[in-house]
């Protein structure tokens, strides 16, 4: 049995090492089931099929020119000293077909795309031949195949085009067009819910007062699901009540809970009682600053994040494990999606050694500056950032000089 | 007066050099107008305003930690030796008042974020605290202050917290909502329509079959012009018919339309001549490939890109030419949205002097290898390849062994 001792007003018990921790999100991060959605909709998802083509592309042999489409032996033997002169005896563009043979001697006028007519293999540009009425003049030869598009030229049938586990480009999708592939599989993203809990909290836009302050996390965790594939179904404000929460764990059908606030050992702070009630409670406490009071845990098949409502904490609690955990879910990379930047620092950084700080830091003549008001609810300061660094869980920070990697906020 | 002279079937008069043709883009890619949305919304937008901060966040004092509030003063003295207790005469939970005053010897119970009481000016940690039933026992002085947020901590009132044409970040939108600013004005999402031309053309979603291809450019190109900051519009998949295109293009409510097949100089390419008839055709003909056949004019306030129907030259004109366009107007970075990477060549890279090669390469071993199959219309060749690399105008391309900079298409 596991212990359900009630850990409020009494601090941490143990705190799970970061490394621990991310090994756990791993373990319970398994990609997610397949779903089957419109290959035109799905530039940045994830495949969960192999693609392999029914088709070629093109079907046909085609011009890759404007020109004329003509025999290339016929134009053997012409320069400017002896120019063969062509009879053009129709035109084809794309989406036609020209059904007479072209014979020696012949030559159709043809537009990029179109279809090469019978009796001829090759294409002469238009900007090399010679009109007079309806002939045209060759200067030169043209060899066999030139300015011909072979069928299967782009794409052969039976062609593996793309592996399973792909994050599909915006050019992946228009093949999966041009193969006329309609649907495909593709992982579902994490569903996503947020259970704000705080009796201070006003919900985004409505204006502070008195002793409320609003809800500034579900504004900002929002987009940051969207950003690591996860799509966010529900955030609900809930006042600190046990039972309310404790209805809104278990009936959630989400794959992954971010419940802010209630998840240190405050009176009011259910959520890792509730966690370990309902489920089973695999982290309470980590040795990170802020983000301290960052749980995790299992409520059946669901992940629930116990998130602390300290908004800077909240952010770095989010993009350290939630966002990870996402990603995994939704068969991407768990790498962070911040760009990185190596810069000297300006200042010393201390850190505790078995602390891992996430210091905010704003980038000036390619120095990088500790910024002062660093406190875990001062979320202005990740506003006053460029970007943000981790201190090693071993090391005790970094020295004024030393080159460190900043992680940037802006993309 | 302009020119109107029709330029089907004769070849390119005059082509515009990159570098001239990237200013006039810049010439007419002005900031837009502004429009108000919900702040909760504004992720990823640019701000058309200056944020003040109309209120102090938080508007009161208040704990940084869950335990108990008391006068510090009242604790000095305190050591193991000589510890001192408390009477703990109550809570405060974030969200509440306590209204009546503490006195020295007295602490009330607090949670992080709440409100500061009356006679208190530093709140002792609860691990640091001993409980003994309504007492605790203090074994060190507490300093005044002490996990104490002021009022302010985070926003000033009257801060400036925002300077117009800054990209939102999520946490700036969690700035906003703290100050409660429900609605603020970023610059609008260029709207953008796609006229996509073809008599050949299927819609994406059909089977490609005969002489048929199935239209892929307007599948790539959609979540490209998200990925810059343009909202689509509209897609119209039309027949090569000058009347049906002259309608579009007049008619059209978008402020940029990308016009895809029928820009080149075939019997069927009727977008130059019809950009030069309704309004102005400022670019034809570029020196680069593939991509030659781009255009680029107005018709009244629009911007009309005509982009190569071959995929290729589709991808590679939007991305260099439509991409940086639409995040101008949009008040963004005209940089590429891509990563790029220095890496070491694996083979030449052979390029006219005059002329921009856009050459997709595969990244094996820190090496990068060109894709054999290079031509316009082999969009495949984008999906095999890692990134690509664009040849210097002035160059004869890259040598063996030469490093240079692959933009990743994966970003």
Redesign the interface.
């Known amino acids: 049995m596991k212990p359900k001792a009630d850990i409020r007003?009494?601090?941490f018990l143990k705190r799970t090492p970061v490394k621990t921790f991310l090994s756990l999100i791993k373990d319970y991060s398994q990609v997610l089931s397949a779903e089957e959605i419109?290959?035109?909709e799905a530039?940045?998802r994830i495949l969960a099929q192999k693609i392999i083509s029914p088709?070629n592309?093109?079907?046909?042999d085609?011009s890759?020119m404007?020109g004329y489409a003509l025999d290339a032996e016929s134009t053997f033997g012409a320069s400017s000293y002896n120019p063969l002169m062509f009879q053009v005896v129709g035109?084809v563009?794309?989406?036609?077909?020209y059904n007479v043979v072209i014979q020696a001697g012949e030559a159709l006028?043809i537009?990029?795309?179109?279809?090469i007519p019978k009796g001829t293999n090759a294409v002469l540009m238009?900007?090399n031949a010679e009109?007079f009425d309806d002939k045209i003049q060759v200067l030169e030869a043209v060899p066999p195949g030139k300015h011909v598009?072979k069928i299967g030229?782009?794409?052969r049938q039976d062609q593996v085009?793309?592996e399973k586990g792909r994050?599909l480009?915006?050019?992946?999708?228009?093949?999966?067009?041009?193969?006329?592939l309609?649907k495909i599989k593709v992982v579902r993203k994490p569903k996503v819910e947020l259970l704000i809990t705080?009796?201070?909290?006003l919900k985004?836009?409505?204006?502070?007062?008195?002793?409320?302050?609003?809800?500034?996390?579900s504004?900002?965790?929002?987009?940051?699901i969207v950003?690591d594939g996860g799509v966010l179904k529900d955030v609900y404000h809930v006042p600190?009540k046990r039972e309310l929460l404790s209805k809104h764990l278990s009936s959630s059908r989400s794959d992954l809970i971010c419940m802010t606030g209630g998840t240190?050992?405050?009176?009011?702070?259910h959520g890792p009682v509730l966690v370990d009630e309902l489920g089973e409670l695999l982290v309470h406490g980590i040795p990170m600053r802020p983000a301290a009071p960052t749980g995790f845990g299992l409520i059946g098949e669901k992940k629930v994040f116990l998130l602390p409502?300290?908004?800077v904490s909240c952010?770095s609690a989010y993009d350290y494990f939630v966002g990870r955990a996402l990603r995994m879910m939704g068969g991407r990379s768990e790498e962070w999606p911040y760009?990185s930047k190596i810069v000297k620092l300006a200042t010393k950084i201390s850190s505790e050694i078995g602390r891992i700080e996430y210091v905010r830091l704003r980038i000036e003549n390619e120095r990088a500056f500790i910024i002062a008001?660093g406190?875990?609810?001062?979320?202005?300061s990740?506003?006053q950032a460029d970007g943000f660094l981790l201190t090693e869980e071993d090391s005790e920070g970094f020295a004024e000089g030393e080159q460190v990697q900043v992680w940037l906020?802006?993309e």
């Open positions: 007003m009494r601090g419109l290959s035109v530039s940045g088709t592309v093109p079907n046909f085609r890759a404007d035109q563009t794309p989406g036609e077909t006028r537009m990029t795309g179109g279809p238009a900007e009109i598009g030229e782009d794409i085009l793309f994050c480009r915006p050019q992946d999708i228009g093949v999966l067009a041009s193969i006329g309609e705080g009796n201070e909290l985004p836009g409505e204006k502070p007062s008195g002793v409320q302050i609003v809800d500034s996390n504004v900002m965790l929002s987009p940051l950003r600190d240190s050992v405050g009176i009011d702070d409502g300290n908004p952010l760009r008001a406190g875990a609810s001062i979320l202005s990740t506003t906020y802006d």
